[in-house]
């Protein structure tokens, strides 16, 4: 099968379905063979009946008890069965199924898995799934079953097949992995470690393959970032730009001071842009740390010198505001500049009139999704570019390749707290510069881990708060299933939330599923208080700025990276109220507490980062999300942290040998990083 064939080539890919495929990302076979579950079902051998556990997810095996019966209305029929083991009898109930009663009344033994649910009769097993253990192999009580992201109309089986067939197709194209290495860090063979990381046979032989691909993701990344490197050697700064004394009046009319870590990051990039040189800095600030105002100084410094700026934000939510922020300030401080706002909900014609502006450059501030920047704008004389850590990479594509203008200033603003020795590696392409300090109004955020039975007391101090006049976050956690569980999950968990609260709070929700605009609403709201509790999922994650709230409350904290907690922690302590965070947990394992405890006792980004590395063994490859830091497909920076300094030392081997991979057994690795780096410099996501 060749590489590059289209996953329509694949039996039972139509047209529709490839289409669906492609909303995820999968054009090509290649594609698909390494489109990785998102996480795996862990199938475990069948427990006895007396030993099910409520809230879990259980596998039973015995017979049908007596007869099946089916009651309920006709739109919702309910089957119920008993099912008989040696240690005891099992309810088990399936909706809108009528059919089992034939089916099943007939059949032997059984195996079923599902939720086990407390109700007024006790335990009951939830519509489960049903295995026939006559099968000699029982491929769906294969030990761990594959999870993949889904889109509406795709299901897990769907991918589940075609992955099968591409794996078994018996000509799965080659890797690019050069022997030397794969023998070297013993690596499985490709094919059977693309086999594991979809089929895994046993954890142990899983945990192999994955070691396979994410070195093989941070290899590439970091050749590519060698390659970046460069080919973009210090070049010569091309604009005349000046200190200008307008930005030291409005520092001094700013309601607060500069911190310290503030000014001395403000002169170095002030110094830079000035200089003879073109500018690549990374910022790196905890959260909260005060990084958009030092953002807000470069774009002044290039607008009031005359040219354009432009700040390129993840979201639409986070584009509004800093627009809002930006805008704001302009004019509350007589500052002579406009600013630009572009983002995906806005009408064809706004957008036009946009694009007339910023080419006339009339409009010297620009804020939008990164996209919408990227593509379609006609800059009149763009300086400098501001943007996040995971699209460094995309901003230079724009000016080198399509050779418009000159290369502008490039300041990357990150909050990611990565240790040290790893930011080298991963931020070896620009300078850094490093905000180590919080504004001296705050107060340390006050923490605390608690079980489920808190939650009343957790609801009236979140009442408490809002008679106080602040406002809160809750974050539900996300739905394994799908998306669209999750926002299902978040509305009637607001609505629930709502009616304990009563009418004078004002509750509304945020979830991905929103339409842009919905989500932009919503916020705003919350930013005027005129919605106090903000029910949402992690789309709150970075860079939300509401100083009023005080309280942020995660449900399922265990099931989130310590990075990503420390993330959401950071949507509170923004302003100079005492705040808090309330981890919420059903977790009893000691795990869980020892991890949750290194939050409860800290709010150093640094400190937590590296305690989370520490704490986080090989084993913990599953579970646990990280925020996808740097966009790494499997790679995770934090838990990965060996393979990539490993990488790392790989890579500095291979190009000490072979500077420019022009010996044949790396033929495959630098044709591979030529498409990367085609891909990663062309990228423009929305
Ligand atoms: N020196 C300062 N003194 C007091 N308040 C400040 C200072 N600098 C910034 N702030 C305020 O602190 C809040 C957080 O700042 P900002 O939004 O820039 O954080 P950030 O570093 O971007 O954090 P995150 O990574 O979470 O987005 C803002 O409301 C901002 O107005």
């Known amino acids: ?9 694949l039996k039972g890919i139509g047209e529709k379905t490839e289409k669906l495929f492609l909303k995820l990302g999968v054009a090509t076979v290649d594609d698909l063979l390494h489109y990785y579950p998102r996480t795996y079902e862990i199938f475990g051998p069948p427990v006895p009946v007396s030993e099910v556990q409520e809230g879990h997810i259980c596998t039973v095996s015995g017979a049908v008890f007596g007869r099946i019966q089916v009651s309920g209305t006709k739109n919702m029929q309910v089957t119920t069965l008993y099912l008989k083991d040696l240690t005891g009898t099992l309810k088990v109930i399936w909706f809108r199924m009528p059919f089992l009663r034939n089916t099943l009344g007939r059949s032997g033994p059984v195996i079923l898995r599902g939720r086990v649910v407390r109700k007024r009769d006790g335990l009951v097993m939830e519509h489960p799934q049903i295995y026939d253990p006559a099968a000699r192999y029982n491929e769906k009580l294969h030990s761990m079953q594959p999870v993949y992201g889904l889109t509406a109309g795709l299901t897990n089986n769907a991918i589940i097949k ?49 070691r396979r691909f994410v070195f093989e993701e941070f290899l590439t990344f970091v050749l590519s970032l060698r390659y970046v490197k460069e080919s973009g050697e210090r070049m010569k700064n091309h604009f005349t730009m000046k200190q200008q004394p307008a930005i030291d009046t409005f520092l001094q009319s700013l309601p607060y001071e500069l911190t310290a870590a503030q000014m001395r990051v403000w002169n170095e990039i002030q110094k830079e842009m000035t200089g003879d040189y073109v500018m690549s800095r990374l910022v ?122 000159l290369t502008p200033h490039i300041l990357v603003m990150s909050a990611t707290p990565i240790p040290r020795t790893l930011g080298i590696i991963l931020y070896g392409d620009l ?46 956690p996300m739905v394994e299933e799908s998306e669209n569980l999750d926002a299902e999950n978040v509305t ?99 795990e869980t507490k020892e991890r949750l405890e290194i939050l409860n006792h800290s709010n150093d980004g640094f400190y937590i980062a ?77």
Do not use: W
């Open 1 to 9: 099968m060749n590489k590059n064939a289209g996953i329509s080539t």
């Open 162 to 210: 075609a992955v099968r067939q591409a794996l078994e197709s018996n000509s799965i194209p080659e890797d690019f992995l050069p022997e030397e290495l794969e023998t070297a860090y013993n690596f499985p063979p490709y094919e059977a470690a693309l086999y594991e990381m979809h089929f895994p046979h046993s954890k142990e032989t899983f945990i192999e393959a994955r």
């Open 284 to 405: 790196q600030g905890d959260v909260g740390s005060g990084k958009t105002i030092v953002a807000f100084l470069g774009l002044l410094l290039s607008g009031l010198n005359g040219y354009q700026g432009a700040l390129m934000a993840p979201t639409e939510v986070l584009a509004r505001q800093h627009y809002e922020k930006i805008s704001g300030m302009l004019e509350h401080y007589g500052l002579p500049l406009k600013a630009e706002l572009l983002t995906g909900s806005m009408t064809a014609k706004q957008k036009r009139e946009a694009y007339v502006r910023i080419e006339s450059g009339s409009s010297s501030i620009i804020i939008g999704t990164h996209a919408l920047i990227q593509e379609k704008v006609n800059y009149r004389n763009l300086a400098l570019v501001i943007t996040d850590e995971q699209h460094r990479f995309g901003v230079r594509q724009r000016e080198q390749l399509a050779g418009k203008g």
């Open 431 to 476: 300078d850094i510069s490093v905000i180590n300090e919080l504004p001296m109004n705050r107060l340390p955020i006050k923490n605390c881990v608690v079980d489920t039975g808190y939650r009343p007391k957790a609801y009236a101090f979140i009442r408490q708060q809002t008679e106080l006049g602040r406002q809160c976050y809750v974050i539900c």
């Open 492 to 590: 009637d968990y607001s609505q629930m939330l709502q009616e304990i609260l009563g009418p004078s709070i004002r509750v509304g929700y945020l979830h991905g599923k929103m339409k842009e605009k919905e989500k932009d609403e919503i916020m705003t709201a919350f930013g005027r208080n005129e919605i106090q509790v903000l029910v949402s999922t992690t789309v709150v994650e970075v860079g939300i700025d509401v100083p009023n709230a005080t309280v942020i409350m995660i449900e399922n904290a265990e099931r989130f990276g310590l990075a990503q907690l420390h993330q959401l922690r950071g949507r509170v302590g923004r302003g100079k109220y005492q705040s808090y965070c309330i981890f919420m947990t059903a977790s009893r394992s000691k």
């Open 610 to 686: 590296n305690e989370d590395l520490r704490l986080r063994g090989p084993g913990d490859l599953f579970g646990i999300r990280q925020s996808g830091v740097l966009d790494f497909k499997i790679a995770d920076v934090f838990q990965d942290a060996a393979l990539l300094q490993e990488a790392n030392a790989a890579a500095e081997r291979l190009l000490l040998e072979d500077p420019d991979l022009s010996q044949e057994q790396h033929r495959k690795l630098k044709d591979h990083l030529q498409k990367k780096l085609k891909d990663l410099m062309l990228e423009t996501t929305l």
